[in-house]
Nanobody, 127 residues
Framework: QVQLVESGGGLVQAGDSLRLSCAASGRTFSSYAMGWFRQAPGKEREFVAAITRIYITDYADSVKGRFTISRDNAKNTVYLQMNSLKPEDTAVYYC?????????????????????WGQGTQVTVSS
């Protein structure tokens, strides 16, 4: 069982930055594929960013060039650096993990590919 705890959300103004963190339990974090998703009120959960075991990344078109996903295996933590935030980035942000899997697979970009989820952290961007 993998437990994920997100932090770093908050209320910011358009153009500001935030860094989300997701701390994972388990002794095999380096073998996890990790991802960030978000869900705004009345909308479906959508892909934001993903990182593989070998640090290959992928991003939603809406965040490319503004968001950066990274991981620190020594700290069992994945990060989402969010710059130039926009009001449309307002959502609950969720961290997700998939344990194991092939070393060379592509970043996972759909919710059903992940086995574990955090509780979410609210990001609100005011205009």
């Amino acid at each position: 069982q993998v437990q994920l705890v997100e932090s770093g959300g908050g209320l910011v103004q358009a153009g500001d930055s935030l860094r989300l963190s997701c701390a994972a339990s388990g002794r095999t974090f380096s073998s996890y594929a990790m991802g960030w998703f978000r869900q705004a009120p009345g909308k479906e959960r959508e892909f934001v960013a993903a990182i593989t075991r070998i640090y290959i990344t992928d991003y939603a078109d809406s965040v490319k060039g503004r968001f950066t996903i990274s991981r620190d295996n020594a700290k069992n933590t994945v990060y989402l650096q969010m710059n130039s935030l926009k009001p449309e980035d307002t959502a609950v942000y969720y961290c997700a993990a998939d344990e194991g899997g092939p070393l060379l697979r592509s970043p996972l970009t759909t919710p059903n590919e992940y086995d574990y989820w955090g509780q979410g952290t609210q990001v609100t961007v005011s205009s």
